[in-house]
Structure formats: C-alpha cells, structure tokens
C-alpha cells in the first residue's frame, strides 16, 4: 500500500530565507505526487502536482517540487518564504485514477518576521 | 476561485441529533467525491468514497450506519452524521475530481467543523 512520510512537523524559517519541505513516499507503481496547503480552520489548496514528464514540476505562490525516483522523494521549494506563506503543508500519493490518496501527516511552517 | 463548496461552514449540535454536511462541485460534474476527516493537527484521513448512482464506499473502521452518504446528483453529495456524539466533533472536508492534463486531480471543500455538545 501507498504512504507518505513528512519527517519535518514543524519548520521555522525567516521571511526571505529559503525553504525546503521533506516529502518521502512509497509505492508500487508510477506514484502521482501532490502538494497542498491547507491555513487554519480552511480546506486545502493544491500547489503543484507531478504525474509524468520533467521533474521539476512548478506551482502556485512560487512553490516548486522537484521528483527524484532513486530517493522516493518529493521535496517542495521556495526560494524566498513570505510571510503568508505561514500554513501547514501536506504531501499527497495517489494512483493515476486518484481513487486512493494517501497523505502524509504535514508540516507546520512558522514564518519569522 | 473555488471548485469545490460544502455547507455548512461550522455546525454545532447537540448529543443524539443527525447533521448533514453538503459538498458541491461548481461549474463541473462530479462523479466521483471524497469525505475525509480531520483531526486537530493531525492529517487527513479517507472515511469515504462518493459515486454518483451507486453506493458510497466506506474505509476500514468507519461506521456507514453512522456516517450516511448520498450522492444523488453529478454535483451534490451529502455526508450525514447520525445520532452525533462528542467523539464526532471534527473537521471534515470533501473532495472532487477534475480530470486534468490526462490524469485525475482532486480538489477540497472548504471544510466544515463540528461540534457535537
């Protein structure tokens, strides 16, 4: 079965600074790999997402992700962090029909001032 | 703007009463919706899949006698929770797929908090 690891809980970066959010899966087949950020007492809002094709996949409010298969990994990316950027952030798996999506249990980002 | 809504934002019931939470796809047919639950802090977990016509499919451990859903149109489903008690309070939130760019995306409601007194 599919699963994801977000090792990070909780992240504290400066505004400006660079960000990197952790994102290890597992799966058998070809995975199909999401992000979402998810404010407070809100639903969630899909980033990116990765299927097929480059690796280097680019979204929304400058996020990008990056797909490395020999690691099972994931990782989001953001050069410069925002305040607003400031949310929890949740790693996804899924097959290709999406009928099954796995989450990981997300990362607590903390912008400092 | 958003693909996905549910109603109600925020429901607060009493002990033994039913709530019904409604998720609708907007703009877009939805033959296929998601009920998920949220714990505080905590991820999201897959209660339930939504087909449209056809009976709900329920996750390992989650009650169907308890959680009811009904997916009676390509833009509605219906997530009702019955005779709610205090262990019920939580966030649940529903989702829709969009077919996109040859592979499937799933987008999220808003959610809607329940509190069970």
């Known amino acids: 079965a599919q699963s994801v690891t977000q090792p990070d809980i909780h992240i504290t970066v400066s505004e400006g600074a660079s960000l990197e959010l952790r994102c290890n899966y597992s799966y058998g087949a070809t995975p199909y790999l999401f992000w979402y950020v998810q404010s407070p007492g809100q639903g969630l809002q899909l980033l990116l997402k990765y299927f097929s094709g480059d690796t280097l996949v680019q979204g929304i409010k400058g996020f990008e992700a990056e797909f490395k298969r020999s690691q099972s990994s994931f990782n989001l990316r953001k050069p410069s962090v925002h305040w607003s950027d400031a949310a929890e952030y949740f790693c996804a798996v899924s097959d290709y029909n999406n009928n099954d999506m796995r989450f990981g249990a997300g990362t607590r980002l903390t912008v400092k001032p | 703007g958003a693909v996905v809504s549910q109603h109600p934002s925020r429901v607060i019931c009493k002990s033994g009463t039913s709530v019904k939470i409604e998720c609708r796809s907007l703009d877009f047919q939805a033959t296929t919706m998601f009920w998920y639950r949220q714990f505080p802090k905590q991820s999201l977990m897959l209660m339930a899949t939504?087909?449209?016509?056809?009976?709900?499919?329920?996750e390992q451990g989650v009650e169907k006698d308890k959680f009811l859903i009904n997916h009676a149109s390509l833009t509605l489903s219906t997530l009702t929770v019955t005779s709610a008690h205090p262990e019920d309070s939580s966030f649940y939130i529903c989702s829709a797929i969009i077919p996109e760019g040859g592979a499937d995306t799933q987008y999220f409601g808003p959610g809607t908090r329940l509190t069970v007194l």
């Open positions: 939504s087909n449209e016509g056809s009976k709900a499919t329920y």
